[in-house]
């Protein structure tokens, strides 16, 4: 899993984005095209309807900055001669992807019964583990949070759908947390076997006389 583990980012928004197919699956949309570039109009034009699952910002988990790397974990690898040895690894680098879903339809109104149903499914789904996780950047027990955030400013709004020559555009604003684990391993090797002496202190209380 570490070696193929930098994949997590874009498997944390395929994630995300075929979780919403499968719902609007459930309400009737046979095929809804998933968009993970910026919603451009060039982007979008011939698949209609889409959902727009954009990675805006990846920051540092504020949450958890005080406790990122700050120690190490044992793990166990496949050495070059197929035996399994026991390696130190740094401690994951938390970090934190801010997504804008935008939903795109023949009209408004199509676009608002996406955007409804969009809003439903992370409501219903604040937490993705098991089967929902797509790629190979997760193990068995992972799981990643989904969160709704607080309205971006307008002036902010504006600008985005401005840069891409869009009128401005109702949108959601979701956010999860990963972790980043380092490929690097130092080996370790457990004590076994230890030589433990003891001195009588009397006897040696008695020699310094």
Known sequence: MIHGQ????KETSDTIGELLKEQYRHIGYKRVHLV???PKQDAIEGKLPAVSVYLYNITLDEEGISNNRTGRYIDEEIGPDGQVYEVAREMPLWLRLDYLISCWAQTPEEEQLLLGATIKTLLEHPTLRGQQLKGDSFEADDYIPILLS???????????????????????????????????????????????????????????R
């Open 36 to 38: 993970v570039a910026a």
């Open 150 to 208: 607080q309205k971006l400013d307008e002036g902010v709004l504006s600008r985005f759908w401005s840069s891409l020559e869009q009128p401005l555009k109702p949108a959601i604003q979701c956010w999860t947390t990963i972790p980043l684990y380092p490929s690097v391993s130092t080996p370790i090797q457990r004590v076994v076997d230890r030589e433990v002496r003891f001195f009588d202190l009397n006897r040696l209380n008695r020699l310094r």
């Open 6 to 9: 930098h994949h997590i980012i």
